[in-house]
């Protein structure tokens, strides 16, 4: 079991580039979750998703954009990417509900110059 | 506005010394509370998850209370090992109506002298 995996783990990006984040699980949990970590903010709910083909707005969701076409895939895109998306960015899973735990993945490390 | 409040931001103690971290959240409607632990670098681990229901649930050295009417959490480490040296976030799941919301704190940076 790999559990929460994600893709890449650095990046660079200049302004204005798109990227996108993949996040892979293989636990076959329902709910997938994207959070982005900031210094002095804790981590913050950027969208998810409550099954395939299925996404919602988290707390921040302006300036991305998701899509769950695989049950075990999660992506999280970045159409013109902005020096305020310099930020640390964690996928999460959880089995079938969001009242239970969540399992996180490594983190992607994105710097937007 | 719901709001997870850790203190405080940093903790150094020395080896073998017991402790313990706050957590307190502004709305008393919810689900469950998690204590998670971060390493530099890496990803959260869960540690514990005290449902509203329950007072306490405790893990090894772990021991993490849940009072719900003071919108308090404490999180109690017994005879602390430099191996616990990282970043304590508490994550309250708030009541939502159509979606519950999982608010974390902004985290406890624990350093353990040996």
């Known amino acids: 079991n790999a559990g929460v995996t994600q893709t890449p783990k650095f990046r660079v990006l200049k302004t204005g580039q798109s990227m996108t984040l993949l996040c892979a699980q293989d636990m076959n949990h329902e709910y997938m979750y994207w959070y982005r970590q900031d210094p002095g903010m804790g981590l913050r709910l950027i969208h998810y998703s409550v099954g395939e083909g299925t996404t919602a707005k988290g707390e921040v969701p302006d300036g991305y954009n998701v899509s769950r076409l695989k049950k075990q895939n999660f992506l999280l895109g970045l159409e013109s990417a902005a020096p305020s998306q310099t930020s640390v960015y964690f996928c999460?899973?959880?089995?079938?509900?969001?009242?239970?735990?969540?399992?996180f993945g490594p983190g992607t490390r994105l710097l937007v110059l | 506005k719901q709001e997870v409040t850790q203190i405080p931001a940093a903790l150094s103690v020395p080896e073998g010394e017991n402790l313990v971290l706050n957590c307190s959240f502004t709305?008393?409607?919810?689900?469950?509370l998690q204590w998670f632990r971060q390493d530099p670098g890496k990803g959260l681990t869960s540690l514990l998850l005290?449902?509203?229901?329950?007072r306490e649930q405790t893990s090894g050295r772990l021991n993490a209370s849940l009072d719900k009417s003071s919108g308090r959490s404490t999180l109690y480490i017994a005879a602390s090992q430099p191996g616990d040296s990282a970043t304590y976030l508490c994550a309250v799941l708030f009541y939502g109506g159509a979606t519950n919301k999982l608010i974390f704190g902004t985290g406890t940076l624990l350093a353990v002298q040996p």
């Open positions: 709305d008393s409607a919810i689900y469950n």
């Open positions: 005290i449902q509203s229901s329950q």
């Open positions: 999460a899973s959880s089995h079938r509900t969001s009242q239970e735990t969540q399992y």
